[in-house]
């Protein structure tokens, strides 16, 4: 194996100038670059990544851990982190997690043994504190925290109003003339989903409609329990007019039931969801969503992360007494054909020809 040493000799150039090339700490001279780049491919080097992020107590490596990254909100998050990491140089390592708090805590051991300069964490649900992700912070790791926030914890992240944005999209049923309206909310253990919860819970109340337990389903952010509570609500005996899903998946898996129930959406029961999905206006009909900015949280999370790593660095901020940044983002709702009026009664289907 070719060594840097013999890289220097043969771009006849110091092992501090082939140094500072491989880091990018030093500009160097075109010529010399051109000798030491004919080098390395005539030698076939590679750089010990590994030796060179301890000496610079850099790796130019971010992890990102996420729930799973077959949730297309989740493949967006992924995107706009890489993008942003990408522009200064760092690559990024992305892990799932499947929403296991044990596998969060063994690739966050993993992540901080490989030496990566910070972490983007969309936390899995947990019960109480979350001791692990404090504990990375505290030994000076930044990290940012995506979509979720853990409970107890002060750490830098960007969000939603999740509240403000379940309000709104409840308030649009009301608008519609629903009042029977139910919800299918992710793990309750997640803020994110309790505040969703908290948001459709404000707007009915605010709408005069009292709750009922019956029509409040806990599922967890995936198909399978929107289909199952999507079925289970459908059968009751005073059936919602109107579902609210508390994600984009489990939106999915509620249009299933409603179909397998043999009603129409929205003639019969109408549909409104957390999350905007790439398919939503290829389904029928096209659903009602709440639009989050998922590329630009990625993005966003990375630039803080990055920034939080360069103040750290230099000695100028990021340590762990400083306060966290908290960014939250704008949701829009974008109404479609899953809600359409309920107070101009059943929709006729066309004719046909």
């Given at each position: 194996?070719?060594?840097?040493?013999?890289?220097a000799?043969?771009?006849?150039?110091?092992?501090?100038?082939?140094?500072?090339?491989?880091?990018?700490?030093?500009?160097?001279?075109?010529?010399?670059?051109?000798?030491?780049?004919?080098?390395?491919?005539?030698?076939?080097?590679?750089?010990?990544?590994?030796?060179?992020?301890?000496?610079?107590?850099?790796?130019h490596?971010?992890?990102?851990?996420?729930?799973?990254?077959?949730?297309?909100?989740?493949?967006l998050?992924?995107?706009?982190?890489?993008?942003?990491?990408?522009?200064?140089?760092?690559?990024?390592?992305?892990?799932?997690?499947?929403?296991?708090?044990?596998?969060?805590?063994?690739?966050?051991?993993?992540?901080?043994k490989?030496?990566?300069?910070?972490?983007?964490?969309?936390?899995?649900?947990?019960?109480?504190k979350?001791?692990?992700?404090?504990?990375?912070?505290?030994?000076?790791?930044?990290?940012?925290?995506?979509?979720?926030?853990?409970?107890?914890?002060?750490?830098?992240?960007?969000?939603?109003?999740?509240?403000?944005?379940?309000?709104g999209?409840?308030?649009?049923?009301?608008?519609?003339?629903?009042?029977?309206?139910?919800?299918?909310?992710?793990?309750?253990?997640?803020?994110?989903?309790?505040?969703?919860?908290?948001?459709?819970?404000?707007a009915?109340?605010?709408?005069?409609?009292?709750?009922?337990?019956?029509?409040?389903?806990?599922?967890?952010f995936?198909?399978?329990?929107?289909?199952?509570?999507?079925?289970?609500?459908?059968?009751?005996?005073?059936?919602?007019?109107?579902?609210?899903?508390?994600?984009?998946?489990m939106?999915?898996?509620?249009?299933?039931?409603?179909?397998?129930?043999?009603l129409?959406?929205?003639?019969?029961i109408?549909?409104?969801?957390?999350?905007?999905?790439?398919?939503?206006?290829?389904?029928?009909?096209?659903?009602?969503?709440?639009?989050?900015?998922?590329?630009?949280?990625?993005?966003?999370?990375a630039?803080?992360?990055m920034?939080?790593?360069?103040?750290?660095?230099?000695?100028?901020?990021?340590?762990?007494?400083?306060?966290?940044?908290?960014?939250?983002?704008?949701?829009?709702?974008?109404?479609?054909?899953?809600?359409?009026?309920?107070?101009?009664?059943?929709?006729?289907?066309?004719?046909?020809?």
């Open positions: 194996m070719s060594t840097i040493k013999e890289v000799r043969r771009a006849r150039v110091s092992v501090g100038t082939v140094s500072h090339f491989l880091t990018g700490v030093a500009v160097v001279s075109p010529k010399r670059r051109d000798r030491i780049l004919a080098a390395i491919r005539g030698l076939n080097y590679h750089p010990n990544d590994i030796a060179r992020s301890l000496k610079l107590s850099r790796s490596m971010l992890g990102m851990v996420i729930a799973d990254i077959t949730n297309p909100f989740f493949s998050l992924v995107r706009g982190a890489e993008d942003a990491a990408v522009k200064q140089n760092y690559l990024l390592l992305t892990f799932n997690t499947d929403d296991r708090l044990e596998r969060e805590m063994q690739v966050l051991s993993v992540l901080r490989r030496r990566v300069d910070g972490i983007l964490l969309v936390v899995a649900p947990a019960r109480g979350t001791s692990h992700v404090e504990e990375l912070i505290s030994l000076g790791t930044p990290v940012v925290c995506l979509d979720r926030l853990p409970r107890g914890i002060r750490v830098d992240s960007v969000t939603v109003d999740n509240v403000k944005a379940g309000r999209c409840v308030d649009h049923l009301l608008e519609r003339g629903h009042r029977r309206i139910a919800i299918i909310t992710g793990s309750l253990l997640l803020q994110t989903a309790r505040d969703r919860l908290q948001g459709y819970k404000d009915l109340r605010h709408g005069g409609i009292a709750l009922d337990p019956r029509l409040i389903c806990e599922g967890d995936r198909i399978e329990s929107g289909y199952q509570l999507g079925q289970m609500l459908l059968a009751l005996p005073d059936r919602p007019t109107a579902l609210f899903v508390s994600n984009g998946l939106s999915i898996g509620a249009l299933k039931a409603i179909s397998q129930s043999g129409r959406c929205p003639q019969d109408a549909l409104a969801a957390f999350d905007d999905l790439f398919l939503s206006e290829v389904i029928q009909p096209s659903l009602t969503s709440v639009v989050q900015p998922a590329y630009e949280i990625g993005y966003r999370g630039e803080m992360l920034a939080r790593i360069e103040a750290q660095k230099n000695g100028s901020g990021g340590a762990v007494s400083s306060r966290p940044e908290r960014l939250r983002l704008v949701t829009e709702l974008k109404i479609q054909e899953s809600t359409a009026s309920h107070l101009a009664g059943p929709v006729s289907p066309p004719l046909s020809d």
